[in-house]
Structures are given as C-alpha cells and as structure tokens.
C-alpha cells in the first residue's frame, strides 16, 4: 500500500512539473471561468443560478479529456513501459496512479471555481452542498473514464490532440453550459447525450438526486473501464 500512495505523489508531482497538464488542468479552465464568468453575468444575471455549475464542467472536461491522457501517452510510449515489465509492475498500475493524481487537481480546480464565484459573481450556492460535490465526483471519475480510455487506446501526442478536441469541443458545445440545448436541433441534442458533460450539469444543477442523470455517467464509465481493460491487457503482451 505505500508503494502505491508513493507512485500516486510521485506522479501527481510530476503532472505539477509538466507545463502542458498544468494549462489543462488549472490555467485555462481559471482563466475562462474569470474571463467568461464576468461575460454571462453581466449579459444575462440570470446565468449566475448555474454559473458555478457551467463553469466547472468546462473545466473538468479540459483537464479529464485533454490534459489527463497526455501523461499516458508520454509514459506508454517510451521506455518506461519495459521498466515497468522488467520490474514485474503491472502496467495498469501508471494509469490508476494517472487517475488518480488527475482527479485530485481536477477536484482543486473545482474548489477554486466554487468558492471564487461566489465571492467574485455572487452566484447562487447549490441547495445541497453534499448533494453537489457528491454530483462532482461522480461527473470527475466518469470524464477521466474517458481521458484514461485515450490515452492508453491513441499513440502519439499530435494525434492525441487531435482526437482529444474532437471529444471536447462537442462535450461542451452540446451540454447546455453556453447556451440551453433546447435551441438546438433534435439531433444534435442526443448527440450531446453521449458525453459525459452533458450529464454532469443536470446533475450538478440538480436540487435533488436524479438516477436518470447518474446512470448514463456510470454507464460510460463502465464502456471506458472495459475498452482500457482491454488495452492494457493487449499491451502486456505486445
């Protein structure tokens, strides 16, 4: 049990010595939920009653979708896989470590946005505060359920990138956090289903627990789980 907690500090160090994760994970999330904070409640006060809710999905899809895999890619493509093999370390040990540690800065990250924007934009606390940061975690382990799945299943940063935004930008463009996704189409908004974002803010803006929103959440992170199990097992052989 050390070894593992040592293996999760060591790699949440590291994510805080890599400029790239840090971005994801804590600067631009920051400074969009600042810059954008100050846009949507000065446009429509209104926005203040999710504000706090919007501004952390974008925050955690960033840091879950484009920041948490990058670590995988860098450590599954190099030498340290056979370091891992050679030592007898189960390779699936790395991305549990990487889960970890992201979930952690991603749960900082939305503290930060939690307490800012009730001091900075005076927006409304959620009724249940239990109810709330349970709804978070829950949201957090589903989106790096995905995070974790690219990272191990994509090879290479640059296409990693890619693939990644494909991911994101439709998450939070189809969630309901900019705009009501009831101005758009019928298709587009069951397209919106499918990703995890969508699902996190109902159930975050949610006053009272709903399974309808937590499932389709559990649901994902079980197809995630399967597909990375299925990875890792084939990297042990390769």
Same mark, same amino acid.
């Given at each position: 049990?050390?070894?593992?907690?040592?293996?999760?500090?060591?790699?949440?160090?590291?994510?805080?010595?890599?400029?790239?994760?840090?971005?994801?994970?804590?600067?631009?999330?920051?400074?969009?939920?600042?810059?954008?904070?100050?846009?949507?409640?000065?446009?429509?006060?209104?926005?203040?009653d999710?504000?706090?809710?919007?501004?952390?999905?974008?925050? @955690?899809?960033?840091g $879950?979708? &484009? *920041?948490?895999?990058?670590? =995988?890619?860098?450590?599954?493509?190099?030498?340290? !896989?056979k370091?891992?093999?050679?030592?007898?370390?189960?390779?699936?040990?790395?991305?549990?470590?990487?889960?970890?540690s992201?979930?952690?800065?991603?749960?900082?990250?939305?503290?930060?946005?939690?307490?800012?924007?009730?001091?900075?934009?005076?927006?409304?606390?959620?009724?249940s505060?239990?109810?709330?940061?349970?709804?978070?975690? @829950?949201?957090?382990? $589903?989106? &790096? *359920?995905?995070?974790?799945? =690219?990272?191990?299943?994509?090879?290479?940063?640059? !296409?990693?990138?890619?693939?990644?935004?494909?991911?994101?930008?439709?998450?939070?463009?189809?969630s309901?956090?900019?705009?009501?996704?009831?101005?758009?189409?019928?298709?587009?908004?069951?397209?919106?289903?499918?990703?995890?974002?969508?699902?996190?803010?109902?159930?975050?803006?949610?006053?009272v627990?709903?399974?309808?929103?937590?499932?389709?959440?559990?649901?994902?992170?079980?197809v995630?789980?399967?597909?990375?199990?299925?990875?890792?097992?084939?990297m042990?052989?390769?």
């Amino acid at each position: 049990m050390s070894a593992f907690l040592y293996g999760v500090a060591l790699q949440w160090k590291l994510d805080i010595r890599n400029k790239g994760v840090i971005l994801t994970y804590y600067v631009v999330p920051l400074v969009f939920f600042l810059f954008i904070g100050a846009i949507f409640t000065s446009i429509n006060p209104s926005a203040k009653d999710t504000l706090i809710q919007s501004m952390t999905v974008f925050g @955690v899809t960033m840091g $879950a979708i &484009l *920041g948490a895999p990058i670590s =995988l890619v860098e450590l599954y493509d190099s030498e340290i !896989k056979k370091s891992f093999k050679v030592g007898g370390i189960p390779l699936w040990v790395a991305a549990v470590n990487n889960f970890i540690s992201a979930f952690i800065h991603l749960f900082i990250m939305s503290l930060v946005i939690f307490f800012a924007a009730s001091i900075a934009f005076k927006v409304k606390i959620p009724e249940s505060i239990a109810l709330y940061f349970a709804s978070l975690a @829950v949201f957090i382990i $589903a989106c &790096l *359920g995905v995070g974790t799945m =690219l990272g191990l299943m994509i090879k290479g940063t640059s !296409k990693l990138t890619m693939i990644s935004q494909f991911i994101f930008l439709p998450s939070i463009m189809l969630s309901g956090i900019m705009f009501p996704v009831d101005m758009l189409p019928k298709a587009l908004q069951n397209i919106g289903k499918i990703f995890p974002a969508t699902w996190g803010f109902k159930m975050m803006a949610s006053p009272v627990f709903d399974v309808s929103f937590f499932l389709p959440l559990v649901l994902i992170l079980m197809v995630t789980i399967c597909i990375s199990g299925y990875r890792l097992s084939k990297m042990g052989i390769e």
